[in-house]
């Protein structure tokens, strides 16, 4: 409605007026109601008693036809005096007069001071409801009113069947009017989660005839569509009512005679809508939302703003504004400047004119006044009369009216003073460029009435625009991103141009207009995107249509923004919302923007363009996964709520029982009657809450029975609403529907947390920083182990609350965590509820420096108690390209503050990049992965259509159909340069795009690809999504005639271009143990899963863990975890999404979901199970089920994460043992500057003299000092030195205390942070000064790098067949090998690994896999470079990079090539050859070599068949079998292991649990033990069907993992179900699984002489001897490592002395503790062993064994015999051939070995050629003779002689024969030295041909010629064959 303003010019005679209503902006689509024509019945309006304020004065009560009581039978218009308190009819029914549309009441009561009667007069106008009265003004004896109804309309069109009136006056006389929300047409669809119906409702009055409403009765104020019909559920009855402060009721019911629907079960249809104002809930709308229905009663909520009372608001000037309710209206753009031309004019019916102006001087009409604003002119007689003066004017808003009036005008005939009242009105689209014009009205009385339509009178939001989708039944709200005034910011967009210059800040409110905050203060009222730059501050467009689903985004338009470039066009906005389940943080990202600057174009994933959907959870709480919510219903359990109604009580109990005295046993909530003390139960305990758009319920069911016929039980129905202000709340009772029990509680607790942005931009550099790409759907943490046995852990979220953790505060955004351990079972306890709560954004605090600052935390007191404070968390998160997938770090809590450090990708600006065109790649800078889109091109290219058109285009290549216009193809233009893609018409190419083409990545993951012409070019934006290749599709297309601009823009939707999440690595089990497998994601090269399986000759298996796999050619990109490739062809096998699991027992799992579709409608999947080893392992593939594949990964990376402490400037890696070494970084002293201070410290040592003050005692050594820059006298020991280093999860850290005192109380301290960065030249930084003046610095540094390398040590050949050779490599020392050369010479290797820093390889170089050592030198022979290769069936592993050869060109380089001996377990590396002390070449025989086999043996037996060792898993029978927890889905379950045990399960069941009253079969008993890779696995198949796949049946797979300290008790735990397969994964650690790696060398060195005892090592069984003397015992023996597993016999694990007595259980007699020895008196060689077990007869003692070797020659290698037994000592003796002198005596072609007392004899072979053919290479080799077959004159005396073509190289002289016999390969090794010198070879180690032809000449020896380095031939022509190389052993 429209209302003259009511502040009049003081002291002037009031007129006695009709006043108009004006009409307000039409919400149905109108822009102003019908106007009131001819004389109307009023009697309708009697109906009701009606209601109009005269703020702070009067109410008034109204009735047309009289009989308002309160005043009398006779009374229409009752006053109510509020000062007085006093009641008197200002105008009475039987004193009415009527003309038109005015109704005069005058009364019997007489004006205080005139004498006149008091008198009322109302003026009525047309609207499109019943509206109701609005007092307009009033004097001592004239009231005025106006009233806007269809009542007044000549025509019926908006006359309805039943309306009411639908407004209140609160207690404090405010209105609350919700007149605007009645629909004509149209109906509100009731938001609910039920797909099967569909509530529609109208406000105060029936449905209309509408589309949607097309078959609902039309006297139906809600209807119900069900099944194809609709149903009347009820009229409106009595007008609104107010329920509270904040909520009003509206009560739809039939009537007796209406139908009732059959599904109503004979109730009578009835829905209540409760109208709630959002005050205190963010003044934020939402549609109506059903949060009750049983028996056809329907309760209906809605939030809207008009339940609210606007607040009255008056200026003096053109401005007015309200940040409470978002009210800006500035009408000053409509002021004219003095000498304007074309000045606003009306003009009325009988010929007068009007100039206007607007808060200022009209500009013509000739009333010469120095305020005038309005002049009434009439031509006829040239009179000029000022009608209004802007010296006194008011501008007064209330309930959506905007008036301005111009009092003081000249006075007229009746006395009375000239006064305009201009009624503005919102009109976007206005004439005369919005600004419009006024238009006459009436005149009543010399006031002169205007309305004038403009936008400049849009007053906050249009209400009338929705902002939410619906499409069908799917619903999508945007509310949640709507940003208002209270306390909140813009949303700011990310800005990814990569030209600096260009940046801007983009800022953007949702449906809604930006705020005027921050660096938006100066942006357009009207902007609802706004761009703040160098270019000036620019409208982008505003809010004026409804969102909008297209496709599966949803789209926002913003129009009508400032004039852009293009003449006549205004700016516009198009915001694509992409569902990102879970995230509402993050921002909207700027993808494109047009040339002419007239469209901008965003996107931005988030959790709001997700559909709506209904959720539900259990333990009292829910989460709403996709909208990123989580509810924590349990602060309101443990209190007995209550509720009165007029008879009973409710007591209600939440997620709870209520006593038993109230009713009963087990009730939730019950009834009782106040009267009797009857009590009834409304229902069962449950903890089951379910959540769908912002409300919250809860059913308690199977109560007291009710009493009727179908004796149905009560229940309760709960619905949680959201009210901030409300605090715990308290339920309302909302009605009894016979047997269902409705409540409604508002409760702070039902409100979602208010998101903030987690973007934040440098206002100096134009930075952007984005911490959205951090995961915030789970909870990230860090661990405390700085106490010695208490761990805690930290559960931190970003820019928003924890996701729920049991026990942490749900408005937390970090909480703390201890460990309790209760009957050997840990569980984590909140120890701190509430760290810090997220209530602001991210802070720049230095380039690539962000930092979180939550506060308002928990309630902490200070250590002194004289303190108390809330908890604060600070979060420090650093820039480190390529660690995404990192993990906050704990750095302390002092004082209150909890203080975090991150290394994270996420903390690098925004940028763009330019990729390789020519590879159609492109690499982020910050995360290193790397987009490639090769795999798009295509042959065909791409068709799309759009704008009428046709559009072909190739991706990354040409686009060879399309064709020029002269008719040439192949993808070329008529100038012949290709052609990227073309416009098409008819199947005509009209336009040609050349392939000139620029890739562009935003590090926000926003990729483009562009094809650029002279003019005009094609832009194809990559969007993620699933699909593989993709799909293109048309955007829009940019013409511009006048500049010469033509662009076409595309969308390409692929997998693609999905940017890498961040996945946690880091995971913690129920102990409080870390792991992290970040140790296994690979950049550059995938993992290859070994697989022994029948099918792996056609198929490979490639990994990562934690980051997308690297690029495989033939796999799918995007962010693909698994894939497997046949032939050429590769498959999805999962996305990662979600982060490693840990379980009980520490086993790890991964999970890749969301593969390429398998069977039906199921995709793949791949499931990791992760075991701790002591080796870095391939991942081995275990089997495949329903699509899942499932690998098993035996390594060291998943072992649990140890705190190290070192000393001396070093520390060592808790699990893999090398040391760190900071003592490079001590040479100097390090400065760094802050504003204010300077630092000095010294890494592990002390400052230089005079750099800080003298300590006291001056024997202190200062090591950090800090100095305040403009008064160098102020300086401070800010630490003593200290050597200790700490090494914790990644960063390694010194700590410098005991410094000068700080603030009185606190010791200055300084803590550095040592990061690992390849970079050497990289300066320290400060990062903070903590309260208690700790100094805290990180440094990027190699030195913190680990001081190793390593490869895949696994192959996998072309037959299919899988090699590892992880076994061999080292861990804790290194390989010495065999060197038959000079004695003085020791070579270390170790395999696929730098050599572990152990003794005497300390001094060799870090980086070294093999290394020399001789005297004091110690060479690096070469470092890790590639992996396995397989040359004619061996295995060659080459090491390069090492220093110098003696040429001081090449660098040294070792080749050890392995060859497959499954009889040689324990065997060493020999030295074969080193050529030219340059390359060095080993051999290996070892069964590690040899291709993997899947071993299985029977029961619960298997051996592993590389090393012989027998697993027996026998001893882990239990008669009663295992039970299992499976807390996940709450069940126990019983496991039996190698014998069936006693259960409840049936005969032969190997695994089963209990489901309700049924037992489960979860695997039948299976004794098959599986070995493969270092994997023992028992698999029960064949188990019960499963539920969510009856194709399938239950099955239980238990890994045996090796745990050599796990003791006897333990026990299985479950590592993962997964529901689909119905497959359990358990884990069992046990030291029966162990085969543990033999350290100890079996060899010891006596002078020249090596004795080797690993002949006599036995891999399978075991040596027995017998105490032959008593008969008492048998011993069981083995040297160098343990005992194989012994049949029958249990002795104790790791033992290689075992005593079984006659009578008693096995004993430890003998564990590996030492290496041989020699006995230096007897010289004798003997090992001595060492138990664990007391020695019975010396508690003082343990038990011990000793072995003494005597020479006996031969070949048996002869056993031990017990000799003599001392008290704790048992003595035997071993004569054997080993330890014998080893001489050899050679007599032609005969070796004979004094050791076996054996001659060899070779001479048979002599007579014979041989050729051996290695790759490209023929060797003829003789025995004892000249090799045969050899090009005349050529390889003279040669034993081996290398043959090509014509070319032959001797490799030994025949003269030059050695022979020996090697014990430990039982191999006669044959050598000749004496050949000719090494032959060129080139880079790819194809043989130089000497001499060759090049252009015509002939050379023989590596040339220069035209090369940049020397090369040579590889055949004799290089002219006719072109084959050469780079030689590779030549300068």
């Excluded at 141009?497 to 940046?503: C, L, S, Y």
């Excluded at 590892?1364 to 060197?1379: C, F, G, Q, V, Y």
Aim: glycine share 8%; aromatic share 10%; charged share 20%.
């Amino acid at each position: 409605m429209r209302r003259v303003a009511s502040a009049l010019a003081r002291g002037a005679p009031l007129p006695r007026l009709p006043l108009l209503l004006w009409l307000l902006p039409a919400l149905w689509g109108g822009s102003a109601g019908v106007a009131a024509q001819g004389g109307f019945s009023y009697q309708e309006l009697c109906r009701y008693t009606w209601e109009a304020v005269d703020p702070d004065k009067v109410h008034y009560k109204i009735n047309p036809c009289g009989n308002v009581l309160d005043c009398g039978a006779s009374s229409a218009v009752c006053a109510y005096d509020l000062k007085s308190r006093s009641s008197f009819s200002v105008g009475d029914s039987s004193l009415i007069r009527s003309s038109k549309l005015l109704l005069e009441f005058n009364s019997t009561k007489s004006c205080s001071h005139q004498g006149t009667p008091l008198q009322s007069n109302i003026q009525f106008s047309c609207g499109k409801t019943l509206g109701s009265p609005e007092f307009v003004t009033s004097d001592d004896c004239v009231h005025y009113f106006e009233w806007k109804t269809f009542v007044a309309c000549k025509k019926d069109s908006f006359k309805p069947i039943k309306e009411v009136p639908c407004y209140v006056f609160d207690d404090d006389l405010q209105k609350r009017d919700l007149n605007p929300l009645i629909k004509i047409s149209g109906v509100y669809p009731v938001d609910d989660s039920d797909d099967d119906l569909e509530l529609l409702i109208n406000v105060c009055r029936n449905i209309g005839k509408s589309t949607e409403a097309k078959n609902c009765p039309e006297d139906a104020a809600a209807c119900l569509l069900k099944g194809g019909r609709a149903f009347n559920m009820g009229r409106p009855r009595e007008p609104l009512k107010q329920h509270d402060k904040n909520r009003l009721v509206m009560r739809y019911e039939t009537e007796l005679g209406d139908e009732k629907p059959s599904f109503c079960g004979g109730h009578s249809p009835a829905v209540t809508v409760t109208f709630v104002c959002p005050q205190g809930r963010r003044s934020e709308d939402t549609n109506p939302k059903l949060t009750a229905q049983s028996n056809c009663r329907y309760e209906v909520e809605w939030v809207t703003e008009s339940a609210c009372h606007r607040d009255y608001l008056e200026s003096k000037s053109c401005v007015l504004t309200n940040e409470q309710h978002n009210i800006y209206v500035n009408l000053t753009s409509l002021t004219q400047p003095a000498g304007y031309v074309a000045p606003y004019v009306a003009k009325d019916e009988e010929k007068y004119y009007y100039y206007l102006n607007v808060c200022g001087k009209i500009t013509r009409g000739g009333c010469n006044d120095q305020y005038v604003s309005s002049c009434q002119v009439k031509p006829q007689n040239n009179q000029h009369k000022v009608a209004g003066r802007f010296a006194h004017q008011t501008l007064r808003y209330a309930d959506g009216d905007l008036v301005l009036t111009y009092p003081e005008g000249d006075s007229c005939s009746s006395g009375f003073q000239r006064m305009t009242v201009i009624s503005f009105e919102c009109n976007q689209t206005a004439v005369n460029d919005g600004k419009g014009v006024p238009v006459f009205m009436t005149e009543t009385d010399c006031t002169y009435f205007f309305t004038w339509e403009t936008k400049y009178a849009c007053v906050g939001e249009n209400e009338a625009l929705p902002c939410m989708v619906a499409d069908h039944k799917k619903r999508y709200d945007l509310a949640r991103l709507i940003r208002h005034s209270e306390l909140e910011q813009n949303w700011e967009a990310v800005d990814g141009n990569p030209v600096e210059a260009d940046r801007r800040h983009f800022f953007i409110n949702v449906c809604h207009k930006v705020l005027p905050t921050g660096g938006a203060v100066n942006c357009s009222r009207e902007a609802s995107v706004c761009s703040v730059g160098k270019d000036g501050i620019k409208n982008l467009g505003t809010f004026m249509s409804p969102p909008t689903k297209v496709g599966q985004n949803i789209q926002l338009v913003y129009s009508n923004g400032d004039e852009c470039e293009e003449q006549g066009k205004k700016i516009e906005t198009n915001i694509t919302l992409v569902c990102k389940p879970g995230d509402l943080e993050s921002a909207p990202v700027l993808i494109n923007s047009r040339h002419n600057g007239c469209l901008f174009e965003f996107e931005w994933h988030t959790a709001a363009a997700c559909v709506l959907s209904k959720t539900k959870g259990d333990n009292c709480k829910v989460s709403a996964s996709q909208a990123g919510f989580s509810f924590d219903l349990s602060p309101l359990t443990n209190e007995i709520y209550s509720v009165n109604s007029s008879v009973y009580t409710f007591y209600i109990s939440i997620c709870g029982t209520l006593p038993d005295n109230l009713c009963g046993s087990s009730s939730a909530a019950c009834q009782v009657k106040q009267s009797s003390k009857n009590a009834w139960s409304l229902g069962m305990p449950s903890s089951e809450l379910s959540y769908y758009d912002g409300m919250i319920q809860l059913n308690y069911q199977n109560g007291t029975v009710y009493n009727d016929e179908k004796h149905t039980q009560r229940s309760t129905h709960i619905t949680f609403l959201c009210d901030r202000d409300a605090g715990v709340g308290q339920p309302e009772y909302q009605a009894e529907d016979n047997f269902t029990y409705n409540f409604k509680w508002y409760t702070q607790y039902a409100c979602p947390a208010l998101p903030v942005e987690c973007v934040v931009t440098d206002p100096q550099t134009m930075e952007q920083y984005d911490l959205s790409s951090l995961d915030r759907t789970k909870n990230w943490y860090a661990m405390d182990s700085s106490e010695q046995g208490k761990r805690k852990k930290y559960y931190i979220n970003i820019c928003r609350p924890l996701n729920p953790v049991p026990g942490c505060d749900r408005q937390a955004s970090v909480c703390e965590m201890t460990y309790k351990e209760t009957d050997g079972v840990f569980s984590e306890v909140t120890s701190i509820s509430n760290l810090g709560i997220a209530s602001q954004g991210p802070v720049i605090e230095g380039h690539g420096r962000i930092l979180l600052n939550y506060t308002s935390g928990s309630l902490c007191s200070w250590a002194d108690g004289g303190k108390s404070e809330a908890f604060t968390s600070l979060i420090h998160l650093v820039c480190s390209k390529g660690t995404l997938t990192s993990s906050p770090q704990f750095i302390e809590i002092k004082d209150c503050v909890a203080t975090f450090l991150w290394e994270t990708e996420a903390a690098c600006p925004v940028a763009t990049v330019e990729g390789q065109s020519e590879s159609c790649s492109v690499k982020d800078p910050n995360s290193g992965f790397v987009y490639n889109l090769e795999s798009l091109a295509s042959e065909k290219g791409y068709l799309v259509d759009g704008i009428g058109k046709q559009y072909m285009l190739n991706i990354c290549g040409p686009a060879t159909v399309c064709s020029s216009t002269d008719g040439s193809s192949g993808g070329g233009a008529a100038d012949g340069s290709v052609v990227g893609g073309c416009e098409t018409d008819d199947l005509k190419h009209v336009r040609l795009v050349k392939l000139n083409k620029t890739l562009q990545l935003s590090t926000e993951g926003y990729l483009s690809l562009t094809y650029t012409g002279t003019v005009d070019s094609f832009t194809v934006i990559f969007i993620c999504n699933k699909s593989y290749p993709g799909e293109l599709k048309f955007a829009h297309e940019e013409l511009n005639s006048a500049k010469q601009i033509h662009h076409t823009l595309f969308e390409f939707h692929t997998a693609l271009a999905c940017p890498p999440s961040p996945v946690d690595c880091q995971v913690t089990d129920s102990a409080g143990n870390e792991y992290d497998l970040s140790d296994l994601s690979k950049d550059t090269e995938p993992w290859i899963a070994l697989d022994t399986s029948k099918d792996a000759k056609t198929r490979t298996f490639y990994l990562n863990v934690c980051k997308p796999l690297p690029y495989v050619p033939g796999c799918p990109g995007g962010i693909i975890g698994s894939c497997m490739k046949h032939g050429e062809r590769g498959q999805n096998l999962g996305m990662i999404q979600i982060s490693p699991q840990a379980a009980t027992d520490g086993s790890l799992s991964i999970v890749y979901l969301n593969g390429d579709r398998c069977k039906g409608n199921k995709q793949y999947s791949t499931r990791i199970i992760f075991q701790c080893a002591q080796d870095m392992r391939p991942p081995v593939f275990q089997h495949e089920e329903d699509c899942e594949f499932v690998f098993l990964w035996r390594t060291a990376a998943a072992c649990p994460v140890h705190k190290a402490e070192g000393k001396n400037c070093q520390v060592k890696h808790p699990r893999y043992d090398y040391v760190y070494n900071l003592t490079p970084l001590s040479e100097k002293d390090v400065k760094v500057s802050t504003e204010e201070y300077d630092y000095y410290f010294r890494v592990c040592g002390g400052l230089s003299t005079g750099t800080c003050k003298t300590p006291v005692p001056a024997s202190d050594v200062v090591a950090s000092c800090q100095i305040k820059k403009q008064n160098q006298s102020f300086k401070k020991i800010a630490g003593l030195v200290s050597r200790n280093l700490t090494y914790e999860n990644g960063f390694i850290k010194i700590n410098y205390t005991s410094g000068e005192k700080c603030h009185k109380i606190y010791q200055r301290s300084t803590a550095i942070f040592f990061y690992c960065d390849p970079h050497p030249d990289l300066k320290p930084v400060f990062l903070k000064e903590t309260e208690d003046c700790t100094y805290m610095f990180e440094w990027h540094t190699p030195f913190a790098c680990p001081p190793y390398k390593s490869i895949d040590c696994s192959y996998k050949g072309s037959d299919g067949s899988s090699y590892d050779l992880s076994p061999l490599t080292r861990h804790k020392e290194n390989w010495e090998a065999i060197s038959r050369a000079d004695p003085s010479q020791k070579f270390y290797i170790n395999v696929c690994k730098s050599l572990v820093p152990h003794q005497v390889t300390g001094s060799c170089s870090s980086d070294a896999a093999a290394c020399l050592v001789e005297g004091t030198s110690h060479i690096n022979m070469g470092e890790v470079a590639e992996g396995l290769r397989l040359e004619s069936g061996v295995l060659v592993l080459k090491y390069i990079n090492g220093t110098k050869c003696p040429d001081q060109v090449r660098k040294k380089s070792t080749i050890i090539r392995f060859q497959c001996d499954e009889n040689r377990v324990d065997s060493k590396p020999e030295l074969v050859t080193a050529l030219e002390d340059c390359e060095y070449t080993f051999i290996w025989f070892t069964s590690a070599a040899c291709p993997l086999k899947n071993t299985v043996q029977n029961n619960c037996t298997v051996t592993n068949p590389l090393t012989g060792h027998l697993f027996d898993l026998n001893p882990l029978k239990r008669r009663a079998g295992y039970t299992v927890s499976d807390h996940k889905n709450h069940r126990e379950l019983w496991l039996g292991v190698c014998d069936e045990a006693t259960s409840s399960c049936g005969s032969g069941i190997g695994a089963c649990f209990t489901e309700g009253q049924k037992q489960i079969n979860a695997g039948r008993l299976n004794k098959a033990l599986t070995y493969e890779d270092g994997a023992l696995e028992l698999t029960y198949k064949d188990g019960d069907a499963c539920p969510g796949n009856p194709d399938l049946k239950y099955t239980s797979i238990v890994s045996f993992v090796c745990q050599s300290d796990a003791g006897p008790g333990s026990k299985p735990v479950i590592v993962s179900f997964y529901d689909s397969t119905c497959t359990y994964y358990f884990s069992w650690r046990t030291p029966l699984a162990c085969e543990e790696e033999s350290v100890e060398e079996c060899s010891i060195t006596s002078g020249r002489t090596v004795f080797d005892l690993s002949p006599l090592i036995r891999q399978r069984g075991s040596y027995e001897a017998f105490d032959t003397a008593n008969l008492t015992a048998s011993f069981y023996i083995n040297i160098c490592r343990p005992l194989n597993p012994i049949i029958d016999v249990s002795c104790p694990p790791g033992v290689a002395v075992c005593m079984v007595p006659t009578n008693g259980a096995p004993v430890d007699i003998g564990r590996i503790t030492a290496p041989p020895k020699i006995n230096s008196v007897t010289n004798e060689i003997y090992i001595a062993f060492n138990s664990t077990t007391t020695c019975p007869n010396d508690k003082n003692l343990n038990l011990s064994s000793l072995i003494m070797f005597h020479c006996n020659r031969g070949t048996d290698l002869g056993k031990p015999k017990l000799v003599w037994k001392s008290t704790c000592t048992y003595i035997f003796e071993w004569g054997t051939p080993v330890v014998c002198p080893d001489k050899v005596d050679i007599s032609g072609c005969s070796v004979t070995d004094e050791q076996l007392h054996y001659t060899f004899n070779l001479s048979s072979l002599s007579s014979r050629p041989f050729k051996v053919i290695s790759e490209r290479r023929t060797y003829h080799v003789g025995v004892c003779s000249g090799a045969t077959e050899v090009p005349q004159g050529k390889c003279k005396d040669a034993a081996v002689c290398l043959v090509s073509g014509n070319n032959a190289a001797s490799f030994g002289n025949v003269k030059e024969m050695k022979m020996d016999y090697q014990h430990q390969y039982e191999a006669l090794l044959v050598q000749y030295k004496g050949g000719d010198g090494c032959p060129p070879v080139t880079e790819m180690d194809e043989l130089c041909v000497f001499p060759f032809q090049y252009n015509g000449k002939s050379y023989d020896k590596c040339i220069r010629n035209n090369k940049e380095q020397p090369w040579c031939a590889t055949t004799e022509n290089v002219d006719r064959d072109g084959k050469w190389g780079f030689c590779g052993n030549e300068l």
